[in-house]
């Protein structure tokens, strides 16, 4: 089955640019969405197909990909992007939903 | 403004049938745009899908599951419902539904619901 890999954790100071890495093969032509959610709280989706923002997103969250893995990049973050974040892609091969093991990012 | 309320029992003896429903309010179940889907999350643990479900009935599932769940959909109640059997204290978790967009087949979640936890305990 599909597989999608991402970072257990990462931290940047505040003001700085976070990059959550997702690695899956041929990934590219997959269309990759990232949610973040937040402790106590139900995800919310921050990117979709691959670089697209649903409206009420920062433009800080950005989304993009280079061989075999997709990025969420967050510019200037904010105390208040502290979260979880995962990534997800539909499988149309085997008609399976998948999502990466997801990434806590930690603002310090 | 669409929303998503899961409902159903918090708590599941072992061995028992977990059932929760999806009510969809502020827009249609009825709709070729959308799937519907189902997606839980053990207590410190990441997010695992469950299964989707289309407004026809169209069902697509977890392979690690598949033989336990059920997804159905009522579209004059515009709700959809999971089953599922035989549970285990592995089976503990918060549960989700969302919606999911039809982009060449069931794609990204949004939105979501707030999710309920269900616990499985004798």
Same mark, same amino acid.
């Given at each position: 089955?599909?597989?999608?890999?991402?970072?257990?954790?990462?931290?940047?100071?505040?003001?700085?640019?976070?990059?959550?890495?997702? @690695?899956?093969?041929?990934?590219?032509?997959?269309?990759?969405?990232?949610?973040?959610?937040?402790? @106590?709280?139900?995800? &919310?989706? &921050?990117? %979709?197909?691959?670089?697209?923002?649903?409206?009420?997103?920062?433009?800080?969250?950005?989304?993009?990909?280079?061989?075999?893995?997709?990025?969420?990049?967050?510019?200037?973050?904010?105390?208040?992007?502290?979260?979880?974040?995962?990534?997800?892609?539909?499988?149309?091969?085997? %008609?399976?939903? &998948?999502? @990466?093991?997801?990434?806590?990012?930690?603002?310090? | 403004?669409?929303?998503?309320?899961?409902?159903?029992?918090?708590?599941?003896?072992?061995?028992?049938?977990?059932?929760?429903?999806?009510?969809?309010?502020?827009?249609? #179940?009825?709709?070729?745009?959308? $799937? =519907?889907? /189902?997606?839980?999350?053990?207590?410190?643990?990441?997010?695992? =899908?469950?299964?989707? #479900? !289309?407004?026809?009935? #169209?069902? $697509?599932?977890?392979?690690?599951?598949?033989?336990?769940?059920?997804?159905?959909?009522?579209?004059?109640?515009?709700? !959809?419902?999971?089953?599922?059997?035989?549970?285990?204290?592995?089976?503990?978790?918060? $549960? $989700?539904?969302?919606?999911?967009?039809?982009?060449?087949?069931?794609? =990204? !979640?949004?939105? /979501?619901?707030?999710?309920?936890?269900?616990?499985?305990?004798?």
């Amino acid at each position: 089955s599909y597989v999608l890999t991402q970072p257990p954790s990462v931290s940047v100071a505040p003001g700085k640019t976070a990059r959550i890495t997702c @690695g899956g093969n041929n990934i590219g032509g997959k269309s990759v969405h990232w949610h973040q959610q937040k402790p @106590g709280q139900a995800p &919310v989706l &921050v990117i %979709y197909r691959d670089s697209d923002r649903p409206s009420g997103i920062p433009e800080r969250f950005s989304g993009s990909y280079s061989g075999n893995t997709a990025t969420l990049t967050i510019s200037g973050v904010e105390a208040g992007d502290e979260a979880d974040y995962y990534c997800q892609v539909w499988d149309r091969s085997s %008609y399976h939903v &998948v999502f @990466g093991g997801g990434t806590k990012l930690t603002v310090l | 403004h669409l929303q998503l309320q899961e409902s159903g029992p918090r708590l599941v003896k072992p061995s028992e049938t977990l059932s929760l429903t999806c009510t969809v309010s502020g827009g249609s #179940i009825n709709s070729q745009s959308y $799937y =519907w889907g /189902w997606i839980r999350q053990p207590p410190g643990k990441g997010l695992e =899908w469950i299964g989707t #479900i !289309f407004y026809n009935g #169209i069902t $697509y599932y977890n392979p690690s599951l598949k033989s336990r769940v059920t997804i159905s959909v009522d579209t004059s109640k515009n709700h !959809f419902s999971l089953k599922l059997n035989s549970v285990t204290a592995a089976d503990t978790a918060v $549960y $989700y539904c969302a919606r999911q967009t039809n982009d060449y087949g069931p794609n =990204w !979640f949004d939105p /979501w619901g707030q999710g309920t936890l269900v616990t499985v305990s004798s």
